[in-house]
């Protein structure tokens, strides 16, 4: 390893990570744990693996603090969701090189940002880094299905293995370039909470011949279903979303006219801010009767709603239970996941628009709020840790690399591992200096 260059390990170790199914379920992620443990022993990195079930070891590693500084985690998870080979140009557990890139499912989520954490944290130990706090990588399994064998039963079980001030985890890092010179690379510095709910819509069940004589739940649904798609709740600016549009506008912008000011610099800008501005409702699972004769009783919606952080779902129902008017039906939030945030000026921000003005001088660092959730929450909210989700990516296009993710042909460039690694050690200097 000693005479291998940055970007050849990162190379190898991410190819050798895709080579492993880890697709959850069942997610088998002890396999990306042995693997990594024995790559970091080459450093004398002090590696522990914590296994609520043997087959899903999650991985943590440090370099412990000389004092008291701040701890930095490095965040990933190992899980990946499953690929259909039929879909893909090369076998989505490959780990190809081909012109520049490496191919293969987790590739972008988020093997690339895991191997790029482990060659950043064993270089370090291997140049004898002593940093004022621990400097901490965790590589957790179940982040994709997050039935409790990751991050959240770590922070429960093992709250001193992950306890942390800063975390750099996955979620944003893209260089947008927006046009007009304004060139941006977006940081998450916050979650919208995952909050789905059920609506049991009552009826009377009847033969189906004579619809007269009974009260078909389902059409009473359909109803309620283009009542929630008709929905447009009063936007709202979130601190985040006021704060990238100030940086791309270059002036304070209000609630009502933020979409129109984000549609008229870019569309790629309008589409991140509309789904930020308020809750989201997308009806996506119904269920009624079991026989085509038979007029259902019942009718069950399953409705994917999107708060925004700090929106509580007491608030969001109200607005639902008023846009659904006066009908025949039980409302049941299902979970609320995510939804918290970290504040924009600390040292890790710092850290992280200090590694972008070095790399590019034009370019700035925008925060973002995240329509979907990672394992961010589960820090913030067991340790208060300052968690964003920023890993560099400008060789490969932002719109490209979003449509892989979850995809087929997902893959990462090369250029973009090394640029990884290059700001991990960066962070890990700055916060550790
Ligand atoms: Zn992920």
Known sequence: MATMTFREEVTDLLQRLIRLDTVNP?????????????????SGVEVELYAKVPERANLVARIPGRGDGPRLLLLSHTDTVLADAAEWQVD??????????????????MKGQVAANAVAIGSLAREGFEPSGDLIFAATADEEVGEDFGLSWLCREHPDAVRAEYCVNEGAGDRIDFGGGRIFYLCSAAEKMSSPFRLTVHGRSGHASMPGIADNALVKAASLIVRLAELRPEPRLEPEVGAFLRLLAGREVSADEALEVARGI???????????????????????????????????????????PGETQAEAERLLRETLGSADYDFEWLEGQGGTRSPLETPLWEAIEGFVGAEEQEARVAPLCLAGFTDSHYLREAFGTVAYGFFPMRTMDPEVAARLIHSADERIAVEDLELGVRFLRHVARQIGG
């Open 26 to 42: 069942p997610g088998n992620e002890t396999l990306a744990a042995e693997l990594l443990r024995e790559h970091l022993a080459e």
């Open 92 to 109: 989505p557990w490959s780990g190809e090189l081909r012109e520049g890139e490496i191919w293969g499912r987790g590739a972008l989520d």
């Open 266 to 308: 870019h569309p790629l800008a309008a589409e991140l801010v509309e789904p930020l501005l308020s809750l989201t409702v997308s009806p996506t699972i119904v269920s009624a009767s079991q026989k085509r004769n038979v007029i259902p009783a019942l009718c069950a919606l399953i409705v994917d709603c999107r708060l925004l």
